[in-house]
């Protein structure tokens, strides 16, 4: 895991979250980051990427369905979209 991985995925989900401010749909951005060895400069790619809507959880090496799980309870939206960093649209 590399400084690349946190600035890709910060790019992910930028993506992700100007798409849906475009499109004008309601929506917050959710990110956990699992790695047991996250940087400060990770953190400091991913908080802006979310947005003022969105949140980082960080729960270092809780397992990919309990992580998706704590992301569950913390939304507050209807509809529920999870999706990995290494996944391609």
Same mark, same amino acid.
């Given at each position: $895991?590399? #400084? $690349?991985?946190?600035? %890709? #995925?910060? $790019?992910?989900?930028?993506t992700? $979250?100007? +798409? /849906?401010?475009?499109?004008g749909?309601?929506?917050?951005?959710?990110v956990?980051?699992? +790695?047991p060895?996250? =940087?400060?400069?990770?953190?400091?790619?991913?908080?802006p /990427?979310v947005?003022?809507?969105g =949140?980082?959880? %960080? /729960? +270092?090496?809780?397992?990919?369905?309990? /992580?998706?799980?704590?992301?569950? =309870?913390? #939304? =507050?939206?209807?509809?529920?979209?999870? %999706?990995?960093?290494?996944?391609q649209?």
């Open positions: $895991r590399t #400084a $690349r991985h946190a600035r %890709l #995925a910060s $790019r992910f989900v930028r992700l $979250r100007e +798409s /849906a401010e475009a499109s749909v309601s929506h917050e951005v959710l956990n980051v699992d +790695s060895d996250v =940087r400060d400069g990770d953190l400091a790619v991913l908080v /990427a947005g003022p809507s =949140r980082v959880l %960080l /729960a +270092s090496n809780v397992g990919e369905t309990r /992580a998706y799980n704590n992301l569950a =309870r913390m #939304a =507050r939206g209807t509809h529920l979209v999870l %999706l990995q960093d290494d996944m649209l």
